[in-house]
């Protein structure tokens, strides 16, 4: 089983699109190497309420867009990371 961590990531902002969440996210994650397209916001009670869509925006305000799984959430949202693995000659 791979193991994940549980980044801090933003705040539901609107619903868009008839069905979809626009997510204000944080501008200190670095989008350009952690894609978290196809990865899994959690809320504040760990429960699974969306799959990240698409970043949108620029680097200064960037936006999630979400489809949902629950109902809209109140607070901060987290995003489900997956752990990198080390890789065998690293290992000790």
Known sequence: MRST?????GEFESLVLADKWLIRADSNFDYAKN??????LLDKNQRKVAKVLD???NISKPYLLAEPL?????GKLFLEAPQRRHSRKNRR
Do not use: E
């Open 35 to 40: 894609d978290p397209s196809g990865l899994v």
């Open 70 to 74: 629950t109902s809209i959430p109140s």
């Open 55 to 57: 970043v949108l925006g």
């Open 5 to 9: 961590k549980t980044i801090p990531i």
